[in-house]
């Protein structure tokens, strides 16, 4: 099985019959499973920082815990892996006391992030590049390889059930345009589950697409011509409301919205609703006339790019609100923003 | 006891001269001038008139009480000596008179008057003009607690006697309510033009006083009130080249107060590096160097003592006085801005001994953010500001000040760069570049032509899974690396409708090549960088930093983030480290 770690590939013909394959869906309960415990991750993180955001090339200490599971992380030389050496977990059963030791086969460069999904997976994230993850979905105790791919930006749900994140494409993909697509995972089911089935024939890649409407996920689908309009994040990640609710901001030809997919019934059958992010509202063009002058002919016809989400959450006076935090900017009237939950 | 005018008259010169004399007096209150006897004095002569046979036969002989002579020459002042006054039949009691050369003045002044002790203090005025004439006598008391103010007017050719113990006793206020207190005994006295101080004035003044229980008199010294301690200020100066400065030439009158004489003064400049308007004391840096610039002021009194330095001299004198006032024209240049060298020149002009805090600020995103402050002369420095220091936003130029003796001179230079923030710096290479233990493959890079876009379908797996790997490829491939589409409408013989090229090196987004001095930018969402641009990675490499061009895009690079191209190689490539980043020319 060794064939199936490949990095940022669509591994789904290639791992059939891993894990089990079970089609069956039901809703998700949106109160995180109690062995879903979040995981240390060596020293503590600034507010609010991903680990995708850290510095690239220094690996901290990782490790996780849960009711059952007791996970920390080494390496050890390997001179067929990429950075020299192999990332080896050890998985210690709490009360029994077993040991179980889990080599991460073609491990990454770094590894940012190890996650226990309820109490019989384990979701390690990883760089190569200094922006692109990989993620390894990973048995336990075995720690036989369920799923690996790549994307930009994944999000783990409170619970640890649902991974969303921006679908995979080349760092570097020369001439061409990136339409951003975004993606949710179900990591308590199987590699074939996660991947879509629109059309016989038709490759896809890991996940089950939740915007822009009409994209399927399919291999490549995410690359345009140059000059196309595409799809672009806006905020600094995709923010889970709850377990169950995810959001994030995208600017499609000049204008910005909030998204939120509601996941409560499946990753297959999200309900995705948007509203649109006024930018007038947020933004003061004559504050950036003069601090931004080289820029602002460019920006004062498009000023929804000037706009950077740097948090989303449920506004806690009331549910059905979303407060949004801007990154500081001279353009910027506020940098707050509370709008109703589309 | 009966007094008689005597006259004595001496020609002080080698030349005959002619002497015509006139008795002035008030009968009934108006005035009458008489003319006396022509005087022909040899050189050297002394004469003494017979004014008793003189004013008998103006029929005068009988004549009691005060009259003014005059006597007339065509000369200088000095060319006739004169010894007037009145003398009792015995020759003991002399009431001796200074002659005073009649001219315009501006007010005079009898420096002390008394009434103490059995004396008396008399002034003596006489308007020889044929005009009227107001004039304004002030008594300052000698206590500095007050002063008395008599308004006085004299037709032509009057004349009025002021008796101080007199004036005391008749207790009348003047305009302002002021009445001379009985303690006060003695204090100075101002005659004057009541429209001002510098308002010209012709009156001959005499002052006297005498104790008639002691049979003692004597006369008092008679001062032109007027101007002293001419100056020209600032002193010194400095002006900026191409800018200005104003002077002012002032002098000090009697009283003290301090008057300006700036727009009636004559300017002139001794130096090419400052010009300065005639008439407007404006000083007009012109180029670097001392210069020193003098104002003349118009004619003046002087203060002099004018009776007693002269008897029988000049009126108040009128002078012409030069001031001037030494400085420098300056200036100060922002020569040259480098970021990537981190250095800024400023050159500043002026004299040898100039000197004046220099500041040279950025102009940036907050207003001034400071380079340097420091006390210098003339000279050329360059600083090396802190560029990791500087906040976030855009920058337009350097802006320099030399303030040399209160004067600032200003220089600026045009740069425009922006600063980006602390970017983490990543790296990327190709796969043939990336000397992993897994073997390495050629690149692949992908392109998709208007109008043709990838189909997946057709691709074949190998380079669908080569397209993720952008340089840190994997060991189960064998060939890895960018991978690039390269599809055609048209697709040459024998080749599927959509084919792939494999190449050897990436294809940047911005077009041209990769190279260690590029970087790609994360496209999506940094709208501060753009294809083309230069950034300054402040601290990366030896010396301030490293200049890298834009012409790749990294659309999965989070915002603060630059994508290093590196040809190293390692197999992988990690980060550089986080850095002052700054866009440079724009």
Redesign the interface.
């Known amino acids: 099985m060794?064939?199936a770690?490949?990095?940022?590939?669509?591994l789904g013909l290639l791992i059939t019959g891993v894990g089990v394959a079970c089609r069956a869906e039901g809703p998700l309960d949106s109160t995180p499973p109690r062995s879903g415990v979040r995981a240390e991750q060596g020293p503590e993180r600034a507010k609010g920082e991903r680990f995708?955001?850290r510095?690239?090339?220094?690996q901290l200490p990782v490790s996780t815990a849960s009711e059952t599971w007791e996970v920390t992380m080494g390496s050890e030389p390997c001179?067929?892996?990429?950075?020299?050496m192999a990332f080896v977990f050890t998985a210690v059963r709490k009360g029994t006391g077993g040991k179980y030791r889990i080599r991460l086969a073609?491990s990454p460069?770094?590894v940012d992030e190890a996650d226990l999904v309820g109490e019989s997976r384990l979701v390690v994230f990883g760089r190569?590049?200094?922006?692109?993850v990989q993620v390894y979905l990973l048995a336990l105790p075995t720690g036989t390889a369920v799923d690996s791919f790549?994307c930009?930006y994944p999000s783990l749900s409170p619970g640890h059930r649902l991974l969303a994140y921006?679908k995979?494409?080349?760092?570097?993909?020369?001439?061409?345009e990136?339409n951003?697509e975004y993606i949710s995972y179900d990591l308590t089911r199987s590699p074939d589950y996660n991947r879509p089935h629109f059309k016989a024939?038709?490759?896809y890649d890991p996940g089950w697409p939740l915007y822009p409407p009409g994209v399927t996920n399919?291999?490549?689908?995410d690359?345009?011509?140059?000059n196309s309009p595409v799809h672009?994040?806006?905020s600094?990640g995709l923010f889970w409301l709850d377990d169950v609710r995810v959001a994030f901001t995208d600017r499609f030809e000049r204008l910005a919205r909030l998204v939120v997919a509601d996941l409560s019934a499946g990753i297959v059958r999200p309900e995705v609703r948007s509203v649109h992010l006024d930018a007038s509202s947020t933004v003061d063009l004559g504050r950036c006339r003069q601090?931004?002058?080289?820029?602002f002919a460019?920006?004062s016809t498009e000023p929804a790019?000037?706009t950077?989400v740097n948090q989303i959450e449920l506004s806690p006076d009331k549910g059905n609100q979303v407060r949004l935090g801007f990154?500081p900017s001279?353009c910027l009237k506020s940098t707050e923003l509370t709008v109703r939950l589309p | 006891m009966r007094f008689t005018p005597y006259a004595v008259l001496k020609n002080t010169t080698a030349q005959p001269l002619t002497v015509t004399p006139a008795l002035n007096y008030m009968p009934g209150g108006s005035p009458v001038t008489l003319p006396l006897p022509v005087q022909q004095l040899k050189p050297q002569e002394t004469r003494r008139l017979d004014l008793p046979s003189m004013l008998a036969k103006l029929g005068l002989g009988g004549f009691n009480g005060d009259a003014n002579l005059t006597f007339s020459i065509t000369g200088h002042g000095g060319d006739l000596m004169i010894a007037t006054g009145s003398v009792d039949q015995t020759g003991n009691f002399v009431f001796p008179v200074p002659a005073e050369a009649i001219g315009q003045s501006f007010g005079k002044s009898i420096g002390h008057w008394t009434v103490a002790n059995g004396v008396d203090t008399m002034y003596s005025l006489w308007n020889p003009t044929n005009s009227a004439q107001d004039f304004v006598v002030t008594l300052h008391y000698g206590d500095g607690s007050g002063q008395y103010v008599l308004p006085l007017h004299l037709a032509a050719q009057d004349s009025t006697a002021i008796d101080i113990a007199m004036l005391i006793a008749m207790r009348q206020p003047d305009a302002n309510g002021n009445l001379i207190p009985d303690y006060i005994q003695e204090g100075s006295v101002v005659f004057s033009n009541p429209k001002g101080r510098t308002q010209w004035m012709t009156l001959a003044v005499c002052g006297a006083f005498y104790n008639p229980r002691k049979a003692t008199c004597g006369d008092y010294c008679v001062d032109c009130y007027g101007y002293e301690d001419f100056l020209v200020f600032a002193d010194p100066y400095s002006v900026a080249v191409g800018g200005t400065v104003q002077l002012n030439a002032q002098g000090t009158y009697a009283d003290g107060s301090v008057d300006d004489f700036t727009t009636s003064s004559s300017w002139s400049s001794n130096s090419n590096s400052a010009q300065v308007g005639a008439n407007t004391g404006v000083v007009t840096g012109v180029s670097p160097g001392s210069v020193q610039i003098s104002a003349q002021l118009p004619a003046l009194i002087d203060i002099t003592e004018q009776i007693c330095a002269l008897v029988g001299g000049i009126s108040c004198p009128m002078v012409i006085y030069d001031a001037a006032s030494s400085g420098s024209s300056v200036s100060v240049a922002v020569t040259s801005v480098n970021l990537s060298s981190d250095q800024v020149s400023v050159t500043l002009s002026g004299p040898s001994g100039a000197s004046g805090q220099l500041v040279v600020t950025w102009n940036g995103p907050s207003g001034s953010a400071n380079i340097a402050s420091a006390t210098e002369g003339p000279g050329t420095y360059t600083f090396n500001p802190s560029l990791s220091g500087l906040a976030s936003g855009q920058y337009t130029g350097v802006n320099a000040q030399w303030t040399v003796n209160g004067t600032a001179a200003t220089g600026s230079y045009s740069t425009s760069f922006y600063v980006l923030g602390t970017y983490a710096q990543s790296q990327y290479n190709t796969p043939a570049e990336s000397q992993c233990p897994v073997g390495n493959g050629p690149a692949f890079i992908t392109a998709v032509p208007n109008n043709c876009y990838w189909n997946a379908v057709s691709m074949r797996s190998k380079f669908i899974s080569q397209t993720w790997l952008n340089g840190s490829g994997n060991s189960d491939v064998s060939g890895y690396g960018l991978l690039q589409e390269y599809t055609t409408c048209s697709a040459p013989s024998g080749a599927n409708q959509n084919y792939f090229q494999e190449v050897s090196s990436i294809t940047p987004a911005c077009g041209g090549s990769l190279s260690n001095s590029t970087v790609a930018w994360p496209s999506s969402n940094n709208n501060n960088l753009g294809c083309g641009d230069q950034v300054l990675i402040v601290g990366l490499g030896s010396g301030t930093g490293t200049v890298k061009t834009v012409n790749d895009k990294c659309p999965g690079c989070v915002a603060a983030d630059l994508d290093n191209y590196n040809t190293s190689n390692a197999c992988s490539l990690t980060g550089l480290g986080s850095f002052q980043t700054i866009r440079l020319n724009r």
């Open positions: 060794s064939s770690w490949l990095h940022c590939v669509s995708y955001e510095f690239f090339g220094r001179a067929q892996c990429i950075a020299g073609n460069v770094q190569n590049v200094a922006n692109f790549g930009y921006v995979a494409f080349p760092p570097h993909p020369g001439p061409v990136v951003y024939g038709v490759s399919a291999v490549g689908e690359l345009l011509p140059q672009a994040l806006t600094d601090s931004m002058p080289e820029d460019l920006w790019v000037l950077r990154a001279s």
